[in-house]
């Protein structure tokens, strides 16, 4: 192993790694609060990586929605990983099929940005670097969550409960507010979101059902009105 490879991205993730404990343990809570045991949820931390998903994943099984559900949801939500996937591919130094599974692994929002953005390319010893520390602080901050949820104050459980709707807010208001096609995607999946959850006739859907409709309509939708229109696909 190249130990300068592997430090460099080691070093690069430690802010990634804290930001992983701190959003991981408001899932430890929130999937003990549904009836996952510590360990349980420690699992589904450690063996999928989705911040989104998870939370998505979990609300479908404690409203006891079908597999089919619980899969298409997961399925819709984690789609951009393959693009990012594919895109990070092009980065990636030559390497055997066991190492890029490895890297497969450990592709998410924030490890994919710091490889995709350093200015050479992106070695195995790299990679492990910068995705071991958010893996550990993913894993165990889910750990201590759902371990030490049940001995704090409420008022700090409620205020960890939010944590990731503030995570995702600080991910879509700077883009948003530089280009007007995110801006208009975001506000009309609120409006819709909002028509879901509360028109006669589609508000008997659930949770699950509500996001794969809407993570599929709303791109397919603005991407076909600007074909139309002549402009740049969302």
């Given amino acids: 192993m190249r130990r300068e490879e592997f430090r460099e991205g080691l070093i690069t993730s430690i802010p990634i790694a804290l930001g992983y404990l701190a959003v ?8 003990t609060a549904t009836g996952l045991s ?16 998870q939370f998505a994943g979990v609300g479908i099984m404690a409203a006891a929605g079908s597999y089919v559900e619980l899969a298409l949801a997961v399925l819709t939500i984690n789609l951009r990983y393959i693009l990012m996937s594919l895109s990070l591919t092009q980065k990636l130094a030559p390497m055997p099929l066991w ?10 929002d924030e490890i994919y940005a710091a490889a995709i953005g350093r200015d050479k390319d992106v070695t195995r010893d790299y990679y492990v ?33 939010i944590a990731l709707y503030c995570m995702f807010i600080a991910l879509v208001v700077p883009p948003a507010r530089k280009d ?6 975001v506000l009309l999946t609120a409006a819709l979101s909002l028509a879901l959850a509360y028109l006669p006739g589609v508000r008997a859907l659930s949770a699950g059902w509500r996001v794969i409709l809407l993570a599929l309509a709303v791109p397919a939708g603005l991407a076909w009105r600007d074909t139309r229109a002549g402009g740049t696909a969302v």
Avoid at 24 to 31: E, K, T, V
Avoid at 38 to 53: A, E, K, N, Q, V
Avoid at 138 to 157: F, I, K, N, R, Y
Avoid at 180 to 185: E, T
């Fill in 38 to 53: 510590p360990i349980m949820s420690t699992i589904i931390s450690l063996t999928s990586l989705s911040s989104s998903g």
């Fill in 180 to 185: 007007k096609s995110i801006l208009r995607a």
């Fill in 129 to 161: 670097g910068l995705m071991l520390l958010p893996v550990l602080g993913w894993t165990m901050g889910t750990l201590l969550g759902a371990s030490l949820g049940a001995l704090l104050p409420q008022d700090v459980v409620n205020a960890l409960g």
């Fill in 24 to 31: 991981s343990f408001a899932f430890g809570i929130h999937a």
């Fill in 99 to 108: 190492h890029k599974l490895i890297i497969g692994y450990a592709v998410t």
